[in-house]
């Protein structure tokens, strides 16, 4: 794999057009996830392609300290909170750390589950199988409207699977910060869920 990588960079410093395309179809769909969960759909095209821009422009002197995905993928982070800063978006860093009490018993220290966990659905009928797409629905709306770090950490980490060194790596945080920003996402995410049971209603605030 580090060789078959070390060949597309070579090849894209060379600017072959078949290795821009093969770039493009390994890459391209984590990037605009990424760049979806800081920026959302309105802007998610337009920095992924300044991104690009950027990546090929600094190619000659990457280092492969980190693969080549990661590296992209901290030049989308990168692009995202410069649009998000021109836009008078970008939430700090301590806000999004800061301690909430009421949300700080949901998970132990392992990222598990505490002791008060979601309701076991059970979805044997057609109403309880629209019940569990109406609360998928209700999630993904929370997800896009978590403050743009969070977003970005919990993509990253639960849908598509790096490990903590390197999400630090993409959004250039410490791993404290990281631990504290999925941890805050995730307990969205299940007051998000405790509340749909409760009520039958989404409530993403």
């Not at 493009?24 to 759909?41: C, D, E, P, R, W």
């Not at 949901?106 to 609360?135: A, T």
Request: hydrophobic content about 35%; glycine content about 2%.
């Amino acid at each position: 794999m580090y060789e078959e990588e070390q060949e597309l960079i070579s090849r894209l410093i060379r600017k072959e057009d078949a290795a821009f395309r093969q770039a493009i179809k390994q890459y391209q769909s984590s990037m605009l996830y990424l760049a979806h969960s800081f920026v959302g759909n309105k802007f998610a095209d337009e920095v992924v392609q300044e991104a690009w821009f950027s990546a090929i422009r600094a190619l000659p002197k990457f280092e492969s300290r980190s693969s080549l995905r990661t590296w992209l993928l901290r030049i989308v982070a990168n692009e995202a909170k410069t649009r998000l800063r021109k836009e008078n978006r970008l939430t700090s860093l301590e806000a999004m750390t800061a301690e909430n009490k009421s949300l700080s018993d949901r998970y132990v220290s392992d990222g598990n589950w505490g002791d008060k966990i979601p309701i076991q659905w059970d979805c044997d009928s057609p109403e309880e199988l629209l019940s569990v797409q109406e609360l998928k629905r209700c999630m993904d709306q929370l997800i896009e409207n978590l403050p743009e770090l969070q977003g970005a950490t919990l993509n990253l980490r639960e849908e598509q699977g790096y490990s903590l060194d390197d999400i630090c790596n993409i959004l250039e945080v410490s791993e404290s910060n990281v631990r504290v920003l999925l941890h805050r996402a995730r307990n969205r995410l299940f007051l998000c869920i405790e509340h749909f049971q409760a009520t039958g209603e989404c409530c993403t605030d």
